[in-house]
């Protein structure tokens, strides 16, 4: 890595959802335009196709945009949870990047392996990468097939101090295919159609305070 991007430290985290090959997500903290050229070659170097911003904007979108990379506009208030039009748009744009996937590998089931297949990244953002950017990607997750409250786990166990306990809450009581059901979908630990799966009610509203702790 160009030591220039040190600097970057454990803002950026990579999230490859064990559930699917087909997509990936790059949570970061907010860029400004002085650091940009930084989180710039570190989006093309993970072949990051879309930057979406749910806090207000403090860089110039003009700069990714003439590398290819469409900027979304998706604020929402610190600390809360997305609403139901940002969802929508948020999943509509995950769906039509793992249709883009499906039709470069020739079959939703087609292993990667041996191929050179460019698996498009969404990168997301908010002002420190805690709270709004990650709660985007826990949901696509579910949608994907993974347990509600697994994603959580999952994604605190690569990027540390993630979620409130009101978007803990939030994300074990989503359920899949409300707002737009995507293709490509898979499975894990017994996942089921939407609410905590695995463990019925008991375990898991006893996992639901464990993360809260």
Known sequence: MDPGLAPLGKQLTLIEPPITKGIRFLILDCPTDSTLPFYLAELKRNDVTDVVR????????????????????????????????????????????????????????????????????????????????????????????????????????HRRGCFNSHQIQYIDGYKRGKILKLGWTGSINGATNGGSSGGGMKSGLSKMFRLKA
């Open 54 to 157: 749910c806090c207000e904007p403090t860089y110039s979108a003009a700069t990714l945009q003439a590398e290819n990379i469409q900027v979304h506009d998706w604020p929402f208030r610190d600390g809360a949870v997305p609403p139901a039009n940002i969802i929508k748009g948020w999943l509509q744009l995950v769906d039509s990047r793992l249709v883009k996937r499906q039709q470069r590998s020739g079959s939703p089931s087609a292993s990667d392996e041996g191929e050179n297949v460019m698996v498009p990244t969404i990168a997301v953002h908010c002002v420190a990468g805690l709270g709004r950017a990650p709660i985007l990607v826990a949901i696509a997750m579910i949608e994907l097939g993974m347990a509600n409250l697994d994603t959580v786990e999952f994604i605190r166990s």
